[in-house]
């Protein structure tokens, strides 16, 4: 697969944001855009941005969102359990956090993600997997050897479940789900280094 994946660092929480791109068109379509995405924003200029998927609707991960999306002129996936904290501080957890964060709001996401959904994005086919437990919508995107996970699973860590909507035995299902997929397939988490599925399987100390 012909992509070009670069990682923007985002807020006090250190949020990934991606912004993933076909090789020979340029086009692309961005994820998770965070707190402060001002060298998100300054990095799409002059690009063609078909989409803003959102993993899930923590306020770390969709701060960003309409400044971004007024940027690119772009709709916005959200899986539709997490629909409603576009519009609520109390569910996005920005009202959690008043040092790091003011109230969090944005518009509502224009499409939903479901399970089994294949996404035609920037000429590439892109499945989404439902991977409930760090937040009830979480959702993961797969694209060959490529995998944006979002706080499901972390380079030797697993997502934090005591948030509202967590629950463990979710989050531990899912985690197994991706485990498998072909140990290759590269990581790209929502915080910390990007790792691999078959590192994790061999060595993530919470789930084997």
Request: hydrophobic share 35%; aromatic share 8%; glycine share 12%.
């Amino acid at each position: 697969m012909a992509l070009t994946i670069r990682s923007f660092n985002l807020g006090a929480l250190q949020t990934n944001a991606y912004l993933v791109q076909d090789k020979d068109t340029g086009r692309g379509f961005i994820i998770d855009p965070g707190m402060n995405p001002g060298s998100l924003v300054r990095a799409i200029e002059g690009l063609t941005i078909e989409a803003i998927l959102l993993t899930h609707a923590h306020f770390d991960h969709m701060a960003g969102v309409e400044e971004v999306r007024r940027a690119a002129g772009c709709p916005v996936y959200l899986h539709p359990l997490e629909q409603e904290w576009m519009t609520s501080p109390k569910l996005n957890g920005s009202l959690m956090w008043p040092q790091i964060s003011q109230p969090v709001t944005a518009a509502p996401a224009e499409y939903d993600l479901s399970e089994g959904q294949v996404l035609e994005l920037i000429g590439h086919q892109f499945k989404v997997y439902h991977t409930p437990g760090h937040s009830p919508g979480s959702v993961s995107f797969h694209c060959g050897k490529d995998l944006f996970g979002g706080d499901v699973l972390f380079r030797m860590g697993v997502g934090r479940t005591d948030l509202p909507g967590g629950r463990e035995r979710d989050l531990i299902d899912s985690v197994h789900r991706l485990y498998r997929l072909d140990d290759e397939v590269t990581v790209y988490p929502g915080h910390g280094p990007k790792t691999t599925i078959g590192y994790e399987k061999a060595n993530n100390p919470y789930i084997r």
